[in-house]
Every structure is written in structure tokens, then in C-alpha cells.
């Protein structure tokens, strides 16, 4: 088995939907799967998040360029929450060996404040499980990145108990400036989760993630572990996002969700709208 058919079979095993948008370097994986071809990514993302509020689990399978149309549903995904786990399989190509592009979607885990696991071939099993866990219990889409050399690599069937969880949905009494606020809320927590997480071992320098050797091995890549601070040699296939992020620490603590009835509202225009007379205008 390699790390394909071994991903293939977590995702099978772990989530009850799967939608795809074949590309290099996850159309095979997408086949393995069995799942769903859709006509684009953001519509696959749609599909997933509409089964997520229905209490089921869902991975949606697609290349770099991919995630980028997936854009808008992910980031708003992560203010209005979720409730079954939503997996979106990033397939990255490096060196733009069947790409137009050499994209690193792990940067987007930072824009969308969601977790992202990048494991190898030895811990596909538990690489997908913790990434499901982590979209439950932080109520947002939850990234795996893989490349090809992950995929092609040897791997063995090791799975684990699945432990289905439950999301939660953004206060609809939050106005969308108290959504992004909780969400922020709860994107700090992820950092104790990241390191807390058993997928990482440390082991000194140098650590590796995905494809690239080390003695210490960095599975949670966003957002990054505290013990990465101490971390001087880091080996990665991609960009430098470890090496970047190194440090980095959880935001500032914000005031409490703002709530509608504190900021006020109105069903119909306010009182003092200045567009009520070109309304007016129109409606003539």
C-alpha cells in the first residue's frame, strides 16, 4: 500500500462524504475514494459544509489551485461554524510537476485561522481522524495538505477508532463582527491543541515535516506549535511556512461577541438612512 490508498482508506473509514475535483497530484485519490466529481472546488466545499450542518463528516479532495477558488465558503466557513467535520484534502505540487503553479496551501490556514495537518506516509490513519477532531471542536474546515512524494511513498494500514465529535454554530444572535471575534476566540485555543498534539514528536534538531527526514516531526503545522520556537533546522517541501512561522504566538484577546441587540438593528432602513430619498426616487 502506499500513502494514497493508505489516505484513501482514512477517509473512507472516517468521513461519509466525499467530493472531488480530480487534478495532479490527487486524482488517483480522488478514484480511490470513489467520490463524487463536482464541477469546482467551491462548490465542493458547498456540498461538503451542507452535509457538515446535516451532522455528517466530509472530505472534499482537490489540487492547489483548487483551494483557491474554495476561498470564500472556507473563511466564512470558520465565523459560522460547523457541525459535522469537514476535511479539505490540499493536494500541493511543489515543483510543478503537473501544476501551472508551485502553490503552498498551507498559508491559507493562516488566512482562514483553521487547523492544518501535514502528516506522512506512516501517520495517514491518524493525520485525517486528528484533522476531523480538530474541525469539530473548533467549528471550522480543517486542512490536510499532501504532496506528491507522500502519496507515492510506502505506507502501511494502521487504523485507528473513529471518534466522531460535534460542532457547533455561531450565535445568531452575534452580529458578524461578534462571529469573527468568537471565531478568533477559539482560534487561540488551537494553539495549546497544536501543542499539545501527539501527532508531533520532538526530538531536536533537524525536524522534518511531510516528505522531508528529521529527528523531530511537525504534523500540526498551523497553528504551529510552541516547541517549534526552539526548533533551528527545519525541512520541508514547499515554501518556508514552518520556518516562518516559528514562534509565532496566539492573538491578543479581544472584548466579548458583539451582540445585535448591543449594536442595534433595524428589519426595515433606519430612521436616519441617507438613501431613503433615492429609494423613494426609484420606488416612483
Known amino acids: 500500500m502506499n500513502g494514497a490508498g493508505a489516505l484513501a482508506d482514512a477517509l473512507l473509514r472516517y468521513t461519509d462524504r466525499q467530493y472531488t475535483v480530480p487534478g495532479f497530484p490527487v486524482t ?8 463524487e466529481m463536482v464541477i469546482n472546488e467551491k462548490t465542493a466545499l458547498e456540498y461538503a459544509l451542507g452535509d457538515s450542518l446535516m451532522g455528517r463528516r466530509a472530505a472534499v479532495i482537490i489540487k492547489n489551485v483548487g483551494v483557491n477558488a474554495c476561498a470564500d465558503p ?10 459535522g467535520g469537514v476535511v479539505l484534502v490540499a493536494g500541493d505540487d511543489p515543483e510543478a510537476l503537473g501544476s501551472q503553479t508551485a502553490q503552498d496551501s ?39 495538505r499532501v504532496t506528491p512524494p507522500v502519496l507515492d511513498a510506502d505506507a502501511e494500514k494502521n487504523p485507528l ?13 452575534w452580529t458578524m463582527n461578534g462571529r469573527v471575534t468568537a471565531a478568533e476566540d477559539l482560534y487561540r485555543t488551537m494553539f495549546d ?5 501527539p501527532l508531533n514528536r520532538w526530538n531536536g534538531d533537524p525536524a522534518g515535516a511531510g516528505p522531508s527526514p528529521g529527528k523531530t516531526r511537525i504534523v500540526t503545522v498551523n497553528p504551529m ?25 496566539p492573538p491578543v484577546p479581544q472584548q466579548g461577541p458583539q451582540t445585535m441587540e448591543e449594536r442595534g438593528f433595524s428589519r426595515t432602513f ?12 426609484l420606488k416612483s
Not at 74 to 83: C, D, T, V
Request: glycine letters at 8%.
Open 193 to 197: 491543541w497544536s501543542s499539545a498534539s
Open 74 to 83: 472556507l473563511l466564512q466557513a470558520s465565523a459560522q461554524g460547523l457541525i
Open 28 to 35: 488517483t485519490l480522488g478514484s480511490l475514494t470513489r467520490a
Open 106 to 144: 498551507r498559508y491559507y490556514g493562516e488566512l482562514a485561522e483553521m487547523p492544518v495537518t501535514e502528516p506522512d506516509a506512516s501517520s495517514c490513519y491518524s493525520g485525517v481522524e486528528a484533522a476531523l477532531e480538530a474541525s469539530e471542536k473548533f467549528s471550522r474546515v480543517a486542512m490536510l
Open 161 to 173: 477508532p473513529r471518534k466522531d465529535g460535534k460542532g457547533r454554530l455561531s450565535d445568531r444572535s
Open 225 to 249: 506549535p510552541e516547541q517549534a520556537a526552539g526548533i533551528r533546522d527545519v525541512r520541508e517541501f514547499g515554501r518556508p511556512f514552518i520556518r516562518d512561522h516559528r514562534g509565532i504566538r
Open 270 to 281: 433606519c430612521r436616519d438612512c441617507p438613501f431613503k430619498a433615492m429609494m423613494n426616487i
